[in-house]
């Protein structure tokens, strides 16, 4: 079950250059997105969300786009500081409507290095 | 700031003995998670709670496990038989809502069986 899938393993980037992580879904239904970030030994830390009634969100360095034709996302950090390495999760709330329980489906992860 | 917090950090239990991993949530928060993560794979949603009562559980979550809210500040995720599979890190999470809204997570407990 891969309803939220980040494709590239991992990512290296040079400190002050522009990290983009991408995801991907594939249930038309999901309506809020989230990008998490995890150090290891310690649980996922709240970066920035995206409703679907939008199509991108910035807060300071960071900046969530949405392409809900392509069922795409994408988290651009900018610019990169060698602090911003760790592990980036994107996450779909996963029910909806009258069921909705806040539960949320995670991609497996993407390791970004940021190298001074 | 407000947070989640877990204990224990690490759990060593042997296989078929019972575990019982707590959680504060954020004192004003009404929904509460617990997820799991096995090591080198994604993070994965066991269990929501509110209102006293799990409002959706994934097929993980099966006769072994349960969860309580026994007083005011506590959440409380019980595996009654644990089994080697269940050694992972375990994270609780906790909302304001649930709709539009982030969860915020504790720090994990690792739990070992051996």
């Known amino acids: 079950d891969q309803q939220v899938k980040q494709n590239s393993p991992s990512l290296s980037v040079q400190e002050g250059r522009i990290s983009i992580l991408n995801c991907d879904y594939t249930?038309?239904?999901?309506?809020?997105f989230l990008w998490y970030k995890k150090y290891p030994a310690e649980g996922p830390t709240f970066l920035i969300s995206?409703?679907?009634?939008?199509d991108k969100n910035e807060d300071g360095r960071f900046t969530v786009f949405l392409n809900k034709s392509a069922k795409h996302l994408s988290l651009h950090i900018v610019p990169s500081q060698p602090g911003d390495s760790a592990v980036y999760f994107c996450a779909a709330h996963g029910s909806h409507g009258s069921s909705n329980t806040g539960k949320l489906i995670f991609g497996q992860g993407t390791t970004l290095q940021v190298k001074p | 700031e407000p947070e989640v917090t877990q204990t224990p950090s690490h759990q060593v239990t042997q296989m078929g003995q019972e575990v019982i991993l707590r959680c504060v949530p954020i004192s004003n928060h009404l929904y509460f998670y617990w997820y799991r993560q096995i090591l080198g794979q994604k993070v994965e949603f066991l269990v929501s709670?509110?209102?006293?009562?799990?409002?959706?559980k994934s097929e993980i979550f099966d006769d072994q496990f349960s969860v309580e809210r026994p007083d005011g500040s506590n959440f409380t995720l019980k595996i009654r038989s644990t089994k080697l599979e269940d050694s992972a890190m375990y994270f609780c999470?906790?909302?304001?809502?649930?709709?539009?809204?982030?969860?915020?997570f504790g720090q994990g407990t690792r739990l070992t069986v051996v």
């Open positions: 249930n038309s239904m999901f309506d809020y």
């Open positions: 995206i409703s679907s009634i939008k």
């Open positions: 999470a906790s909302s304001e809502d649930f709709w539009d809204t982030e969860a915020f």
């Open positions: 709670f509110y209102n006293n009562e799990i409002s959706e």
